[in-house]
């Protein structure tokens, strides 16, 4: 019997004790594998500081959005972890869908977040975005939205041009050479002058010159391509098993802390048997 | 990008299918590319169960010319 806080059994297979918010999700996106489950209920009790690997920060709570891409279909990946009933994703064109999670075409394939930095109020100063990466292709943006002339812009790219590229919330860039593309990579932005991309938990660039922030788009976040007002550019081929869009909240997504939410989602990959 | 094939549209095919859902919670993003030809993606043509679009599986196929930035 799935319930609140009960535990599954499934056959004889003893599973953990269920998170709401992992009942809430595999309930909305038909997820009955327990391998799948239970990886989810693992991940959120690490997100939520109440699990093996995490047991005092809440980044679940300073999250947006958390698409932990399981399942397999369009139907499953489009599922919001923090919150089911927000910030469902739409996909457009050749996305790919499967269980390593979706996969662009670098031609017309994306997602849409809905989610705006501007009108869903995202601080200006105070803000991140993640993605897992498991592929190393050179191209395109993984999650971004901006506005024309890449204003005001909110984008990861893992690795385009042998680069990784954020802006967060700004009309200048932060780059770092990156040999493959392959791994977690977050972009954050906690203050009005510097932003900073982390690559599987290690700071990769701290920008502190020319990397002020201007205003937020109100574009909404695309997944596997940029929104630029509208628009979509800079299409991506990658393959990507996880996205996050949250605010950094000084204590929760500090610097000290990659290091932790890293091992979390690098632990979910991998009791997926996906990790790269 | 070289030898990435797409699937070629009519007009009359594009305006028939834009923004429509081909398969459960995906839905046809038609482009223009650099010859201004509307296109759609193999995956798209690959992926279409919903009917009435499964003719786009018989889409004639071209070479993608992007087009610039």
Partial sequence: ?276 | MNNILVGLLTEIQKEQIQGKEFAKDSFFYVIKDANNNWVISIQEMEQATIPPYEWVHELPLIEYNPKPL
Avoid: C, W
């Fill in chain 1, 1 to 276: 019997m799935l319930g609140l806080g009960l535990g599954l059994q499934l056959n004889s297979y003893p599973l953990f004790v269920l998170d709401p918010a992992t009942v809430s999700f595999i309930t909305a996106a038909g997820i009955t594998d327990p391998t799948q489950i239970n990886a989810i209920n693992r991940l959120v009790l690490n997100l939520k500081g109440k699990g093996n690997l995490n047991s005092s920060i809440d980044f679940f709570s300073a999250s947006y959005a958390i698409y932990p891409f399981v399942g397999g279909s369009a139907t499953a990946h489009k599922y919001n972890l923090r919150d089911v009933n927000t910030f469902l994703i739409t996909y457009g064109g050749g996305v790919t869908h499967n269980s390593n999670g979706i996969t662009g075409n670098g031609i017309n394939g994306f997602g849409d977040t809905f989610f705006s930095p501007l009108n869903n109020n995202i601080p200006l100063d105070d803000l991140g975005i993640s993605v897992y990466s498991r592929t190393s292709t050179n191209i395109g943006v993984e999650l971004g939205g901006s506005d024309a002339g890449l204003t005001n812009s909110l984008y990861l790219q893992t690795r385009a041009g042998g680069f990784s590229v954020m802006q967060a919330n700004s009309s200048t860039f932060a780059a770092v050479a990156e040999p493959t593309g392959q791994g977690l990579f977050v972009a954050v932005r906690r203050n009005s002058t510097s932003m900073q991309i982390y690559k599987n938990g290690i700071s990769s660039i701290l920008k502190t010159s020319s990397a002020n922030s201007s205003s937020r788009t109100a574009s909404t976040l695309n997944l596997l391509r940029q929104n630029t007002a509208g628009v979509g550019t800079s299409y991506s081929d990658k393959n990507l098993a996880f996205a996050s869009i949250f605010t950094v909240t000084s204590s929760i997504y500090s610097d000290a802390k990659m290091p932790t939410y890293y091992d979390i989602i690098q632990q979910f990959q991998t009791d997926l048997n996906r990790q790269v």
